[in-house]
């Protein structure tokens, strides 16, 4: 009965169920195989970091899409085109969304650098190694 449910975790046994998802929650798969399929065929919309990276991975929706069970088609947006007002987020209080993440390791090497140049430029921190 939860607004926001992530399972943070690595299984790869089913543990949450369709039935304990209310309308309107959003669900933030960050792992492995820890949803039954018919989580992701309840959500009003898929939504990923990079549907391109989630589909070649091992996730839940990952084995949806290889066996057929999703398209291409199913998956409403990545992320960066509801930042960037491309696709619209929630329409809806009732809308169960579901966000599956795998963490792109391009954008924490760019916060990285953006952080080193903030503190070049502010004369912060301390060198370790010169």
């Known amino acids: ?15 949450l169920k369709k039935k304990w998802i209310k309308e309107g929650s959003l669900y933030i798969h960050v792992a492995g195989l820890e949803d039954e399929f018919d989580v992701a065929l309840s959500a009003n919309k898929i939504i990923c970091d990079s549907w391109e990276c989630v589909k070649h991975r091992t996730q ?11 398209k291409d088609r199913d998956i409403y947006s990545d992320l960066v085109d509801i ?10 209080n009732n809308e169960f969304i579901y966000f599956n993440s795998v ?4 954008i924490d090497v760019c916060l990285a650098n953006s952080l080193y140049e903030l503190a070049v430029e502010y004369d912060k921190g301390n060198w370790i190694v010169k």
């Open 83 to 92: 930042i960037n007002g491309r696709k619209k987020g929630r329409e809806s």
């Open 103 to 106: 963490g792109l390791a391009l």
């Open 1 to 15: 009965n939860s607004d926001i449910i992530i399972t943070a975790i690595s299984s790869q046994e089913k543990v």
């Open 60 to 70: 839940t929706i990952s084995q949806m899409y290889k066996k057929g069970l999703l």
